[in-house]
Each structure stands twice: as structure tokens, then as C-alpha cells.
């Protein structure tokens, strides 16, 4: 059973942030009027595997929208909250309709569902491409927790992302600089990539250059930090087991 934990990870989180977010207006852009209807339909199409799975999405959820009245897992606070960070910075500012769209165009991409209609823009498209990298949901919980890692506390940070130079940022602490780049794993374990550049970056600066390592993105997160890679880690690039 485990291994099935973190099945249809993006599409249940989409469907639990739209339940939350905009309660039975959701459900409506489906052409449902209860939520138990809905429910069944994402069972039927193999979306989750039973109801509760759907509901527990919703509660996961709902402790970030509490002008729904529900309280959902407010006991877990905001241990996962880095799920509702990367859909607010991808889909935060649709309405009820362009978000169910997003939801639609996964449904009929990924399920093969053909009775339902969607309307998504290009770049719609191409931010639901960026849910389902790991990239850009480790770098957002990074930066609203770099301040909890030993080397990186009371630091100021730099987004270096778009020069693309082989790393993603340059935290500033007191008259030190480190260059972080940093990796998403969805499990508690696996492998990453250095690119060439970010290897020739990591040779240059040595102890400066912190890989950090996102893990567990599927559930609540940890962070890692490999300090001079080049150095504390024996395989050679482009792909370092850890």
C-alpha cells in the first residue's frame, strides 16, 4: 500500500486546493450539484481511489481557506503548506472557471476522459507543465525556509534563477556569500543532476557551493545540504546518487 501513498499526487492536490478554494462553484464548473457526485465521478475515472481519498485531500486544504467554515487538518498546522505555495504561484490568481479549466485540462490530458471540454490559454499550459517539475516547488519552499538552515540562518537572498549561471541563488550572510542550488526529490530518497555549468560552478567555489536537496516533496519536506559536492560526493557527474 505504501508505495501507491502519493498516486496522482498533482491532479488530487489541483482537485483539493479548487474544493477548498471555491467550495460547491467548483464542482458546478463540472456539471455537478453535490460534492458526493463529484467524488464518485474522480473515483470512476481512477482520479483516486476511493472517496475518502478525495475528501482527505479537501481537509488537507481547507486549514488555508477558513472562510469555507471547515477546519480540515488544522491539528497538522501548516505542515503543508508548500502544496498550496506552488498552486497560489502557478493558478492563485484564477477565477472559479479558469482554475477548474487547469483541473479539466489534466483530467482529459492525463485520464483520457473525453466528455470533458476545457479552454486553457498557452501560458495555462505551460504553468501546468511547471506543477508537475519538481524544480519549482522545491526552490518556493527553499525560500520560505532557508532561514531554518544552520549555514543559511539570519542570511539575505538573491534570485539568480533567470541568469541561469549554475545555481539558483546567493544567500548573503554577514560577509559571507553561498551559491545554493537546489534540487527536488519527490521521496524521501533518489538521485539528482549537476548540469555542466552548475559542476563547473561547484568546482570553482568549493565550500561555498551548496547543493540543497529538497526531500520528501510528496509529503512534508526535509532539507539536506551537501556542502563542495565536488568534494563530498564520489560520482562523478552529470548524475550523483544519494
Given at each position: ?7 496522482n ?14 467550495n ?23 482520479i483516486a481511489?476511493?472517496i ?6 479537501m481537509?488537507?486544504f ?28 502557478l ?20 485520464f483520457?476522459i473525453?466528455d ?7 501560458i495555462?499550459?505551460t504553468?501546468?507543465?511547471k ?7 522545491a ?28 545555481y539558483?541563488?546567493?544567500?548573503n ?16 530518497k533518489g538521485?539528482f543532476r549537476l ?48
Open positions: 500500500m505504501a508505495k501507491n501513498k502519493n498516486k499526487y498533482e491532479i488530487l492536490n489541483l482537485i483539493g486546493y479548487g474544493l477548498s478554494k471555491f460547491n462553484d467548483f464542482i458546478k464548473e463540472f456539471g455537478f450539484s453535490t460534492k458526493t457526485a463529484f467524488y464518485d465521478f474522480c473515483v470512476e475515472n481512477k481511489e476511493t475518502g481519498t478525495v475528501k482527505n485531500r481537509d488537507l481547507d486549514h488555508f481557506f477558513p472562510e469555507n467554515g471547515r477546519k480540515g487538518w488544522w491539528q497538522k498546522g501548516d505542515a503543508y503548506i508548500h502544496r498550496k505555495i506552488l498552486i497560489d504561484s493558478f492563485g490568481n484564477e477565477n472559479v472557471k479558469g482554475y477548474a479549466n487547469i483541473v479539466k485540462l489534466h483530467m482529459k490530458d492525463s483520457n473525453k470533458i471540454e476545457y479552454q486553457a490559454k498557452p495555462t499550459k504553468r501546468f507543465k506543477l508537475q517539475e519538481t524544480g519549482l516547488e526552490e518556493l519552499f527553499f525560500m520560505n525556509n532557508y532561514n531554518s538552515i544552520g549555514i543559511f540562518q539570519n542570511g539575505t537572498l538573491e534570485d539568480a534563477r533567470l541568469y541561469g549561471d549554475g539558483d541563488f546567493q544567500v550572510v554577514d560577509h559571507s556569500s553561498f551559491l545554493a542550488e537546489i534540487k527536488g526529490i519527490r521521496a524521501n538521485k548540469t555542466e555549468n552548475e559542476y563547473q560552478k561547484a568546482l570553482e567555489y568549493k565550500n561555498s557551493y551548496i547543493v540543497t536537496l529538497i526531500l520528501n516533496l510528496n509529503e512534508i519536506p526535509k532539507i539536506l545540504t551537501i556542502e563542495n559536492p565536488i568534494k563530498n560526493l564520489t560520482s562523478p557527474p552529470p548524475q550523483i546518487p544519494i
